[in-house]
């Protein structure tokens, strides 16, 4: 007998799963102890990477007292650019390799400690930058030894950085978001204080809430990983591995934390919401780092890609842009609706989880209830009302299929098969919800 059900055995489909663990510090107070941390991992020349904007604020007064009171040498760094290029990532090898760094802290958002990852790698092991880089883009050549020890500390929560080897980039020439991808990148420890998400505009509250939302959502309904193809060689089992009972724990839990303190961590927020937002943001990254993500997220690269003139507020940004967490959440609802049938007795518990009452929905309606659950909580935290609230219309589905169909490892790990009249149908009914 299976876990659960859903991780019936299929002919070909895999019988094993892999789980991978962060080493995280959580709660009040984290930062302070990070000087103590550096140490014990070794550290005595550090590269401090700073978020421009963090390093006005007293959570990084609260970093450099804490490496100060250790007697550790940090040189701060906050050249970064809020969506990181080739270009920020080749500037930040080059500072590390001048510096001749043991150690790096990164204490920021997604952007930040993907910078810090990079920095470590291309000045531990230099290379030429495509090296390392995705195929086809780059040659993916293996990360050829351990790195030198990084302690992320995010000031956000939702991108899980600190929980991934991952470090993506926009490459400015190819007009492509890819990135660099191994065990190797992932933080030596992530370090979680609640406290630094009180300084958040309510739009990124809400964004990031509903990206960790997704993270969890579309992991705990991702094809189980005993449908996926098993690899002749167990080596090569993929990170995005399916929907696993390990993942399942904590995307569960993490979808629960949303639903309970997202509404009201926008409108009228208390220290427990940061709390729970953050402990949510840290389980769903372990669910989707053992899981992987879906459709929502595949179609999310070309929302943000081909954006034109939707310019966001609460974001120190005059460009236009859509937040990530936005550029998901917009296609969520019409996915749900889609995938319901696949799984409704997991879309059932998502939707009860996210406070919908679900007494008296049939499980055909599952995918629905949640769409209409998801679209009250987009209302109630001044979402944009899908696709068009962010600048698109009618005649902008082509395009954004035709971007999005090439996200193959995100699109086969739906619960079931998403192609381009399937992509077309999906953005059309995400065009507007209310
Ligand atoms: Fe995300």
């Known amino acids: 007998m299976p876990l659960d059900p859903y991780f019936s055995p299929s002919a070909d489909g895999d019988t094993a799963f892999t789980v991978e663990a962060p080493k995280i510090k959580f709660g009040d107070g984290a930062l302070g102890e990070v000087g103590k941390d550096a140490k014990a991992l070794g550290m005595t020349r550090i590269a401090l990477f700073c978020d421009p904007k963090i390093a006005e604020l007293p959570a990084a007064e609260t970093v450099q007292t804490a490496l100060r009171a250790e007697g550790l040498d940090a040189v701060l760094y906050t050249d970064l650019e809020v969506e ?8 930040a090898a080059d500072f590390a390799i001048d510096g001749r760094f043991d150690g790096y802290i990164s204490l920021g958002g997604g952007s930040t400690m993907d910078t810090a990852k990079a920095a470590n790698l291309y000045a ?7 090296a390392y880089v995705n195929a086809p883009i780059g040659a993916a050549k293996p990360v050829p030894g351990p790195l030198k020890p990084h302690i992320a500390c995010p000031t956000t929560f939702g991108t899980a950085s600190e929980c991934t080897g991952i470090a993506i980039f926009d490459l400015l020439e190819m007009e492509a978001k890819t990135g660099v991808a191994s065990p190797r990148l992932r933080p030596a420890l992530g370090v979680l204080d609640p406290g630094v998400l009180r300084t958040l505009p309510a739009p990124v509250i809400a964004a990031n809430g509903f990206d960790v939302f997704s993270h969890a959502f579309e992991s705990l309904t991702a ?3 005993s449908h996926r193809p098993k690899a002749d060689d167990p080596m090569k089992r993929p990170l995005s591995q399916g929907a696993n009972p390990y993942s399942d724990i904590a995307c569960q839990e993490a979808i629960r934390l949303v ?5 009201r961590a926008v409108n009228d927020p208390q ?3 940061y709390e729970a937002l953050m402990f949510a943001g840290m389980l769903a990254g372990i669910g989707f780092g053992n899981a992987g993500c879906h459709v929502p997220h595949a179609m999310s690269y070309a929302v943000a890609g081909l954006v034109e003139d939707y310019v966001p507020e609460g974001w120190s940004t005059n460009e236009p842009m859509v937040p990530h967490g936005i550029s998901v959440i917009v296609n969520a609802p019409a996915v749900f609706r889609m995938m319901g049938p696949a799984c409704p007795e997991r879309h059932l ?3 009860k989880a996210m406070g919908a009452d679900v007494s008296e929905v049939a499980p055909a309606d599952a995918g629905a209830a949640l769409a209409d659950r998801i679209i009250e909580m987009m209302r109630a935290t001044g979402m944009p009302n899908g696709l068009s609230g962010v600048g698109y219309a009618e005649a902008d589905v082509a395009n954004l299929v035709a971007k999005s169909a090439p996200q193959r490892r995100l699109l086969d790990n739906a619960p079931k098969a998403v192609r381009e009249p399937e992509l077309e149908t999906l953005f059309r009914d995400a065009l507007r919800y209310w």
């Open 124 to 130: 531990t092991y230099p290379d030429d930058f495509l």
């Open 84 to 91: 990181p290029t080739d270009g920020s990532f080749k500037a």
């Open 259 to 263: 639903g309970a303190h997202l509404v």
């Open 223 to 225: 094809r189980p990983y």
């Open 349 to 351: 518990m998502g939707a």
């Open 271 to 273: 220290d427990e919401d």
